[in-house]
């Protein structure tokens, strides 16, 4: 009696425990399409592939900015995998590598960066590999601000097409009120496959967050 008592309450645990994570799942503020209201889900990545997004930046001024590119866009993609230098690699001598096993690389413009011999060694991988790359630029003077002229002078000339060739979208990182609207276009221009674009329904009543 005992024994059946006690794997009904093992079994009526784990049912409260799932209802939990189901209402926590619902609850939680995952990147949302604005006009259809489906959740986004990323691509499968490729054999070869390992992160789905790739962090470059110099450590000086963009490190403490990607970091929360990252934390945040871990939060509204739980399955997504970022790689970010800090936090996982010992010899950097072997980044280009980690670019060639990434889906996409995002590159955090903060002033001088480009003529950083590791940043350039990853752009040099995504150009080489033909890595989707999208540029997001800081515009915070305190923070490593620099004008889009400078680095378009300070990029290497065979990478120059790749990062800002007129038909891509230089993204701007805006700290407080639309910050959460930059997010949702460095995922879509990074990590969706699709042809529905980001609006600006951001953050709607239901705590979703859409593009």
Same mark, same amino acid.
């Given at each position: 009696?005992?024994?059946?008592?006690?794997?009904?309450?093992?079994?009526?645990?784990?049912?409260?425990?799932?209802?939990?994570?189901?209402?926590?799942?619902?609850?939680?503020?995952?990147?949302?399409?604005?006009?259809?209201?489906?959740?986004?889900?990323?691509?499968?990545?490729?054999?070869?592939?390992?992160?789905?997004?790739?962090?470059?930046?110099?450590?000086?001024?963009?490190?403490?900015?990607?970091?929360?590119?990252?934390?945040? *866009?871990?939060?509204?993609?739980?399955? &997504?995998?970022? %790689? #970010?230098?800090?936090? !996982? @690699?010992?010899?950097?001598? =072997?980044?280009?590598? *980690?670019?060639?096993?990434?889906?996409? &690389?995002?590159? %955090? #413009?903060?002033?001088? !960066? @480009?003529?950083?011999?590791? =940043?350039?060694?990853?752009?040099?991988?995504?150009?080489?590999?033909?890595?989707?790359?999208?540029?997001?630029?800081?515009?915070?003077?305190?923070?490593?601000?620099?004008?889009?002229?400078?680095?378009?002078?300070?990029?290497?000339?065979?990478?120059?097409?790749?990062?800002?060739?007129?038909?891509?979208?230089?993204?701007?990182?805006?700290?407080?009120?639309?910050?959460?609207?930059?997010?949702?276009?460095?995922?879509?221009?990074?990590?969706?496959?699709?042809?529905?674009?980001?609006?600006?329904?951001?953050?709607?009543?239901?705590?979703?967050?859409?593009?």
């Amino acid at each position: 009696m005992v024994l059946v008592l006690s794997v009904i309450s093992v079994a009526v645990t784990a049912v409260l425990i799932t209802i939990y994570d189901i209402r926590r799942l619902l609850r939680a503020p995952l990147l949302r399409f604005a006009h259809s209201g489906l959740v986004v889900m990323l691509p499968s990545l490729a054999k070869h592939q390992v992160f789905d997004l790739f962090l470059s930046h110099a450590q000086d001024f963009g490190q403490d900015q990607v970091a929360t590119i990252k934390s945040a *866009l871990e939060k509204l993609l739980p399955s &997504v995998n970022i %790689f #970010l230098d800090v936090e !996982c @690699l010992d010899d950097l001598h =072997v980044l280009g590598e *980690l670019v060639q096993v990434s889906a996409a &690389v995002l590159l %955090f #413009l903060t002033k001088g !960066c @480009l003529r950083r011999h590791f =940043v350039r060694l990853e752009i040099k991988s995504a150009v080489q590999n033909k890595i989707k790359t999208i540029v997001v630029q800081e515009t915070d003077t305190r923070h490593g601000s620099a004008p889009m002229a400078q680095h378009r002078e300070d990029c290497p000339e065979a990478a120059s097409g790749a990062l800002f060739a007129s038909k891509h979208r230089e993204i701007v990182w805006i700290r407080e009120s639309i910050r959460d609207y930059g997010l949702s276009r460095i995922a879509f221009y990074s990590l969706c496959k699709t042809q529905e674009r980001p609006t600006s329904k951001w953050c709607q009543s239901n705590k979703s967050c859409s593009v």
